[in-house]
């Protein structure tokens, strides 16, 4: 009897302890698990903003149109399908969705992917199966970069597909990291000012080319992934190097995120606030016939104004002169 007496004597103490720290875990578990699912929710709505507030500030996408998303397997052209077909289904206009994908026959890309995704998804679309690959082998010396010709190679058949099916627009997946990159690509190495337009036809002069995500950040679009558990498709099949430079300005980017927060988005911002006669462009501002007429002029220059970073002056303070 005293035995039974001592077992449960002691058993009680470590269950009464065992139940409440379970209690507590559970609960712990529960609020994580509730904040996770109000910031993906955050960033489902965060991103259906700014991809509707692209669509709307350059007019992408007009009732009636068929939309062909230009889907690579990677996360941005994703995140681009997954948001189009949401805002499809809350627009006030109609339009269609079809998805392509080029298979390049690039070696160890997974066929089957793309099309049971696209199945189950319930949306339409075609793959396109062209041989790029073995063309820009045979074109491209060994060790060099094959990204430039093998994009020239897709570029084409995308256009041709795009009028096969009937597409009015061709949506691509580039973000504002993309964008903001080949503008310092091209300023850095190319002596030009000049970005990735969120809106341009194409340099056959047939189509009308699209990028929605042109105010999403990259960091936004890779959260997007794992939340949505996209079968992503590795973009380095073909063994190509990663472009160098690209890779470099994308470093240089980050790090000033880290370091400078907000500069980022200035220079972003900067690239839709464009004062062509505070350049250098003469083909964009007549210089060569700019005349003094007596007319005030808001975009007129302060000649010698301060440094646009400098501390402004503090008026109103008494100075004391010097004697002489």
């Not at 955050?42 to 507030?53: A, E, F, I, P």
């Not at 256009?159 to 990291?177: N, P, Q």
């Not at 337009?197 to 929605?212: E, N």
């Not at 959260?223 to 073909?238: H, Q, S």
């Amino acid at each position: 009897m005293s035995e039974a007496i001592m077992e449960v004597t002691t058993a009680t103490p470590a269950t009464a302890v065992e139940i409440p720290a379970n209690i507590e875990a559970q609960k712990l578990a529960r609020k994580k698990a509730e904040k996770i699912a109000l910031e993906n929710n955050k960033l489902h709505k965060r991103l259906c903003r700014l991809v509707g507030q692209a669509i709307g500030d350059f007019n992408m996408i007009e009732e009636g149109d068929k939309v062909m998303v230009c889907l690579s397997g990677g996360k941005d052209s994703y995140a681009l399908l997954d948001i189009l077909m949401t805002l499809r289904e809350r627009a006030p206009i109609h339009f269609d969705i079809v998805v392509v994908n080029l298979d390049q026959k690039q070696p160890n890309f997974p066929p089957e992917i793309l099309p049971a995704y696209l199945t189950e998804l319930g949306v339409a679309f075609h793959i396109e199966n062209q041989d790029t690959y073995s063309i820009v082998k045979r074109l491209i010396p060994e060790g060099k970069t094959t990204c430039s010709l093998c994009s020239r190679l897709r570029r084409g058949i995308l256009y041709r597909v795009a009028d096969e099916l009937g597409a009015t627009k061709i949506a691509l997946g580039h973000h504002r990291d993309d964008i903001l990159e080949t503008f310092f690509l091209n300023m850095f190495f190319g002596g030009k000012l000049k970005g990735m337009p969120a809106k341009l036809v194409s340099d056959d002069g047939k189509h009308m080319v699209i990028r929605p995500m042109a105010y999403v950040k990259e960091e936004d679009t890779e959260r997007y992934a794992e939340v949505k558990g996209f079968p992503i498709i590795p973009c380095d099949l073909c063994g190509s190097q990663e472009n160098l430079q690209r890779k470099q300005i994308k470093a240089m980017m980050r790090d000033w995120d880290k370091k400078f927060p907000g500069r980022v988005e200035s220079i972003f911002s900067a690239m839709s606030n464009v004062a062509p006669s505070h350049l250098m462009d003469g083909k964009l501002f007549g210089f060569t016939d700019l005349k003094a007429d007596g007319l005030a002029n808001p975009m007129g220059d302060i000649a010698f104004d301060e440094e646009p970073c400098s501390t402004p002056t503090t008026f109103g303070a008494t100075i004391p002169l010097q004697a002489v």
